[in-house]
């Protein structure tokens, strides 16, 4: 009886419970995207998400969608693939796994995707359809259950267009994660572009200047005006308080004078790692070379002979976050070549004594100063020859091939490293000396 009842028990303890449902791992939301339009173009730069939505590692994702849609409001989170446009698709590189010996894990290429964790910024060109009102959602039908998005009433219909974006996470087969936050701007009227960008340089910089936004019209349009005094009458006046907006009825539009952003772009290092070409996922938000927006239409920049270099400028309206920015003027792109001498050589002092003629002056300031030439002649000699077939890079020289009693004149010229000819400077005072 005793055997028996242990079998019973030890069949039961082997039954079967109901099927466990699969795990299903799927990449947590979107959490910062973040949109700027500069002239034509918007920069939506994201980052990619590192966890699943249930926190479990290792994190299950393939890719991230870009979309874009253009419109007086955003499509609901759930709709804005169906109705907007696919802007970019960032593959994603998946992670080593935990407790991985760096010697296991596999060498990472960036060219492969990007890797969870980390900011990417895309590229969209507005163009096109783009700047037009996309699909809208249709109301249902006359007695369909449908039920129709909720819209507070008292929120007005923005008067603007906007462009607004969204960033979908999926898994490597394919599960979509859920819907982040959009990030958006205005599509109002960017400022005229300067129609062009002189930089001429010297050996120190380069000044560029340009013309107004809109020319002379546009600079008396855009120019902020003094404050006028009120009328005598006004002052004993009251004071009438405009009425208030309602908050979202308008899109603040950018006022005041235009200011200015400066870019630059070089040609790049030929002693710098070759670059794999520039993936889709990888551009960068343009940065201007000045601090803040420029009231002025002049800025000044370093000078780097030899290397090409291109100037843009392009006008600004408002402050940030309410700011516009338009176009770019016409690009001027030029190879600085160094055509500037050095200064003369100073202070050139010449001391005789026994066997030859010592000459000593000032070195020179500039830094690319290669050496210097010495000239010797008679007091007859309108010209000067070189004494020294190549140039000296001490500010000193002894002069051997002399003759006793015989007067010399002598002068200094200083040449700098521009190849294959360096540029020579002026002479320097002329001195003479008897050789004893």
Not at 301 to 316: G, L, M, P, Q, T
């Amino acid at each position: 009886m005793i055997v028996c009842g242990s079998f019973v028990a030890f069949v039961a303890c082997g039954k079967k419970g109901p099927p466990l449902a699969p795990i299903v791992r799927i990449p947590s939301a979107v959490a910062m995207i973040h949109a700027q339009r500069i002239g034509s173009d918007a920069f939506v730069t994201l980052a990619i998400p590192n966890t699943n939505i249930d926190r479990s590692v290792p994190i299950d994702i393939g890719r991230v969608e870009v979309y874009g849609y253009t419109g007086r409001r955003p499509p609901p989170p759930t709709r804005f693939v169906e109705f907007g446009d696919l802007v970019a698709s960032i593959p994603v590189i998946p992670p080593p796994p935990p407790g991985a010996a760096p010697a296991e894990q596999t060498p990472i290429d960036p060219s492969k995707g990007a890797l969870p964790g980390t900011m990417v910024t895309v590229l969209d060109r507005l163009s096109g359809q783009k700047l037009l009102q996309g699909k809208v959602e249709e109301a249902p039908a006359r007695g369909s259950r449908t039920p129709t998005p909720a819209v507070a009433a008292a929120t007005p219909e923005p008067d603007v267009l906007h462009r607004f974006y969204i960033a979908v996470a999926f898994s490597a087969r394919g599960r979509n994660g859920p819907p982040g936050a959009n990030t958006d701007f205005p599509l109002i009227e960017t400022p005229e572009p300067p129609a062009f960008v002189s930089a001429p340089y010297s050996e120190t910089m380069v000044a560029l200047e340009w013309p107004p936004s809109g020319g002379i019209l546009g600079f008396l349009f855009n120019s902020a005006l003094p404050p006028e005094e009120p009328p005598l009458n006004d002052l004993f006046e009251p004071i009438v308080q405009p009425p208030a907006t309602p908050v979202g009825a308008q899109v603040a539009v950018p006022t005041g004078p235009v200011k200015y952003n400066v870019y630059r772009e070089l040609e790049p290092d030929p002693f710098a790692p070759p670059d794999a070409g520039r993936l889709p996922w990888t551009e960068t938000l343009p940065m201007p070379i000045n601090a803040a927006p420029l009231d002025a239409m002049t800025l000044s920049d370093s000078v780097e002979f030899n290397r090409e270099r291109c100037y843009i400028v392009r006008a600004v309206r408002g402050t940030p976050p309410n700011a516009v920015e338009g176009d770019a003027s016409m690009s001027n792109c030029f190879i600085p070549v160094d055509v500037f001498p050095p200064a003369a050589p100073a202070r050139l002092v010449a001391v005789a004594d026994e066997g030859g003629i010592s000459l000593i002056w000032e070195p020179n300031a500039e830094p690319d100063v290669a050496g210097y030439l010495v000239l010797r002649g008679e007091p007859t000699d309108a010209r000067l020859q070189p004494l020294t077939p190549t140039p000296v890079t001490e500010a000193r020289f002894r002069d051997t091939h002399v003759s006793t009693g015989k007067k010399y004149v002598y002068a200094v010229v200083a040449l700098d490293s521009r190849l294959p000819f360096g540029n020579i400077s002026a002479e320097s005072d002329r001195v003479e000396e008897t050789a004893r």
